[in-house]
């Protein structure tokens, strides 16, 4: 069974900087795209950042510059490094993963984290 389980959530100041990190387990075959959300009370879940397998990123406009994905498959570890964090930037955060796995057969499917919680106040 795969599993993706989230860390590195917590409060800072604004202007400071949080690393999340996902950590995938189970019968992984590949990681293919990983994608960072999050989601506010009320509001809908925002796709924050994505990588492909081979690296490309793409970020939401209000994080460009700030936010940065990374990958590490032989580790199956993903991250999203969160600088010059903004009160904007409290929420929730997920990550997603595109995932083959072989358990006892081949499946691609999407799977999620369990949410860790940013809170950027003074």
């Known amino acids: 069974q795969v599993k993706l389980v989230e860390s590195g959530g917590g409060w800072v100041q604004p202007g400071g900087s949080l690393r999340l990190s996902c950590a995938a387990s189970?019968?992984?075959?590949?990681?293919?795209?990983i994608r960072w959300y999050r989601q506010t009370p009320g509001k809908e879940r925002e796709l924050v950042a994505t990588?492909?397998?081979?690296?490309?990123?793409n970020y939401a406009d209000s994080v460009k510059g700030r936010f940065t994905i990374s990958r590490d498959n032989a580790e199956k570890m993903m991250y999203l490094q969160m600088n010059s964090l903004e009160p904007e930037d409290t929420a929730v955060y997920y990550c997603?993963?595109?995932?083959?796995?072989?358990?006892?057969?081949?499946?691609?499917?999407?799977?999620w984290g369990q949410g860790t919680q940013v809170t950027v106040s003074s």
């Open positions: 189970g019968s992984i075959l590949s990681i293919i795209t």
């Open positions: 990588i492909t397998r081979d690296g490309t990123t």
């Open positions: 997603n993963a595109d995932i083959l796995s072989h358990s006892p057969y081949y499946n691609l499917d999407s799977y």
